[in-house]
């Protein structure tokens, strides 16, 4: 099948502007790769995270050429060039953007009642990132079979896949979300969440009011499909306005919905739930929120859980 015009011309442009690949054998040119993952378009400095995502990438590109014996050596294996370094990446959540349990009790109530039928659909779904720390994909995906439920009590999430809105052009079925498995942990993990009475409660409720879809999820659109980032980003910010005072609403304050992520695991941490002192295995507690961008997870040993559910039930730990 003959190329078309457009991609001969790409890759005839690759060739005349592409280095050799034992030119990466110089530390010159490596460093001149790693100062341009570094960099945006325009020059830049870009973020912390972009860069050590396009590092990753470089990285695998070199892994690449050494398995099929272009290079005899990964550059980037081994001691760090002494004269050049990386940009500096800060782990910590940005605590301006971390709600209080005040504020947080303030707005899933705003957004429960923001609009006819999205926000009392998506009160519950903010509710599963702030009590049971999931991803919004994570929270978007739930099926029903994955809840334990009780009447009164805590309960308990498992799920072993999300669907994450990848993209058309990025799915090998055409559709915009794509299944895959929870992040940070092994293929066959099973994550399992213990969640608080007050969401157990928030989401026998909204199965109650709404139902689940045909394959069982909790949370759907009106036409049964699977909310899009972009309408759980216009529903908050629509709750932001109704919950906030105009200084709070000009700051960071709980703006993206996965601050509501942060905001659930320093709620356990004010609460006095222990932060991790080591990595452990998917069925541990530090494993609850697996991997938040804060620097502490939730729990490392076994009778943590017994500790979290035990000070998270004080009503002032619950705000």
């Given at each position: 099948m003959p190329m078309s015009p457009e991609i001969d011309s790409a890759l005839r442009w690759l060739a005349r502007s592409s280095v050799p690949v034992s030119a990466l054998q110089e530390a010159s040119t490596v460093s001149r790769a790693l100062d341009a993952c570094g960099r945006k378009l325009d020059g830049s400095a870009a973020a912390p995270e972009y860069y050590r995502r396009r590092r990753r990438t470089f990285?695998?590109?070199?892994?690449?050429a050494v398995r099929e014996r272009h290079l005899s050596a990964n550059p980037l294996d081994g001691a760090d060039d002494p004269e050049w370094k990386a940009p500096e990446v800060a782990d910590a959540v940005d605590r301006r953007r971390v709600a209080n349990p005040a504020q947080m009790r303030t707005l899933l109530a705003a957004i429960a009642t923001t609009g006819r039928t999205q926000g009392p659909r998506l009160a519950a779904l903010y509710g599963c990132m702030y009590y049971g720390m999931l991803r919004p994909s994570e929270a978007a995906s739930l099926l029903l079979d994955e809840c334990q439920l009780p009447e009164q009590g805590w309960g308990l999430l498992e799920f072993s896949e999300v669907r994450s809105a990848a993209g058309r052009d990025w799915t090998d079925d055409g559709e915009v979300h794509e299944a895959r498995k929870p992040k940070g942990g092994p293929r066959n993990a099973i994550r399992r969440v213990p969640i608080p009475p007050v969401l157990v409660e928030m989401l026998r409720e909204h199965i109650h009011e709404h139902g689940t879809a045909p394959d069982g999820r909790l949370f759907r659109t009106y036409r049964g499909g699977i909310y899009l980032p972009s309408t759980l980003w216009r529903v908050l910010q629509e709750g932001r306005k109704r919950a906030l005072t105009q200084a709070q609403l000009a700051s960071p304050l709980a703006r993206k919905p996965y601050d509501f992520r942060h905001a659930g695991v320093s709620?356990?941490?004010?609460?006095?739930?222990?932060?991790?002192?080591?990595?452990?295995?998917?069925?541990?507690?530090?494993?609850?929120?697996?991997?938040s961008t804060h620097t502490a997870s939730t729990e490392t040993t076994k009778d943590g859980s017994a500790r979290w559910r035990t000070r998270s039930n004080r009503p002032a730990d619950l705000g």
């Open positions: 990285y695998a590109a070199l892994k690449y709620w356990r941490l004010n609460a006095g739930t222990p932060a991790p002192l080591a990595p452990s295995g998917p069925d541990t507690p530090s494993k609850y929120c697996s991997g």
